[in-house]
């Protein structure tokens, strides 16, 4: 882990480092490696935030015995040990879950483990947390986490989802969620993105926008007529890098919170990620940390 180490420190410059959104943690790309843990694992997050990243983004579904559990895919079958194992995570319970043994030879990890390691870490680490479209209980047990844990509230940075619906339900109950005491109240809440499409949809929840015209962001962001949401997280796009590009980038940046997530094959580099925050004003921009990143 050196080359992250030293990247972190030597290599990135200091006030872009808090922008960078680590993908899944420090992890490999390609499932497996002996040099790096494996997505969504407990020591992807731990390797990157004692490395120096702020940031780091993860999926979570719920367990049949509605635990909060890392997890992208609906099943376990592309990261276990035996891909058979293909049971969908909302049919297996937390200890069936310890049970089954992935790549590297861990399992999948409950947020909450993960949002204690980051308390215990300390300093700016925090999480990106995505929640999947039509996931709504699992929004209800975010708040719930919080309301039992609220001393980790302040480790999530932001959460998001491509579901509007959900995104907006999840407003509402956090809104209750500080108006039940003093305590709760004074405590920052994660701000809430909406995750957009720069292709066309095809799903009826996905939210297609261009750089070329983000007038209906607006709409998006609203509930009953008043702001909700706090902004969008939008995919990558080649125009985004070009004087007109980044001005509309900027523009949207000053009235809204904007991040940009990255495809496999998309420019993923210091340099990029550098000219989107720099100049095109946004807070955060998605990376899988590769060797070149540094160019």
């Known amino acids: 882990m050196f080359w992250l180490h030293d990247l972190i420190k030597n290599q990135i410059p200091e006030a872009d480092i808090p922008m960078l959104v680590a993908h899944r943690g420090f992890h490999c790309v390609k499932d497996h490696s002996g040099k790096r843990p494996l997505e969504n694992s407990l020591s992807s997050y731990e390797s990157a935030w004692s490395a120096g990243v702020h940031l780091c983004e993860c999926d979570v579904a719920l367990t049949k015995d509605e635990k909060l559990v890392l997890a992208h895919d609906s099943d376990?079958?592309?990261?276990?040990?035996?891909?058979?194992?293909?049971?969908?995570?909302?049919?297996?319970?937390?200890?069936?879950?310890?049970?089954?043994?992935?790549?590297?030879?861990?399992?999948?990890?409950?947020?909450?483990?993960?949002?204690?390691?980051?308390?215990?870490?300390?300093?700016?680490?925090?999480?990106?947390?995505?929640?999947?479209?039509g996931n709504d209980e699992a929004g209800a047990a975010l708040v719930r986490l919080f309301r039992r844990h609220p001393t980790l509230i302040a480790r999530c940075a932001v959460v998001m989802s491509f579901d509007?619906?959900?995104?907006?339900?999840?407003?509402?109950?956090?809104?209750?969620?500080?108006?039940?005491?003093?305590?709760?109240?004074?405590?920052?809440?994660?701000?809430?993105?909406?995750?957009?499409?720069?292709?066309?949809?095809?799903?009826?929840?996905?939210?297609?926008?261009?750089?070329?015209?983000?007038?209906?962001?607006?709409?998006?962001?609203q509930h009953e007529g008043k702001p909700s949401l706090d902004g969008v997280y939008l995919q990558f796009q080649p125009q985004m890098l070009q004087p007109q590009g980044l001005a509309a980038l900027r523009a949207l940046s000053a009235q809204y919170e904007v991040g940009v997530w990255m495809m496999l094959g998309d420019p993923d580099d210091i340099g990029t990620a550098a000219c989107l925050v720099e100049y095109g004003?946004?807070?955060?921009?998605?990376?899988?940390?590769?060797?070149?990143?540094?160019?």
Do not use: C
């Open 76 to 133: 376990f079958s592309r990261l276990a040990l035996d891909p058979s194992k293909n049971k969908k995570v909302s049919d297996l319970t937390m200890k069936e879950i310890i049970g089954l043994t992935f790549k590297s030879g861990t399992r999948p990890p409950l947020l909450l483990d993960v949002l204690r390691s980051a308390q215990t870490i300390g300093g700016s680490a925090r999480l990106v947390i995505e929640i999947k479209a």
């Open 164 to 221: 509007a619906y959900l995104m907006h339900r999840l407003r509402t109950e956090l809104s209750e969620l500080i108006d039940q005491g003093p305590a709760l109240s004074r405590v920052k809440l994660p701000e809430l993105l909406l995750l957009t499409i720069a292709e066309p949809p095809s799903t009826s929840y996905e939210l297609f926008v261009s750089v070329d015209d983000f007038s209906q962001v607006d709409s998006w962001l």
């Open 281 to 295: 004003g946004v807070s955060y921009v998605n990376t899988d940390l590769p060797r070149t990143f540094s160019g």
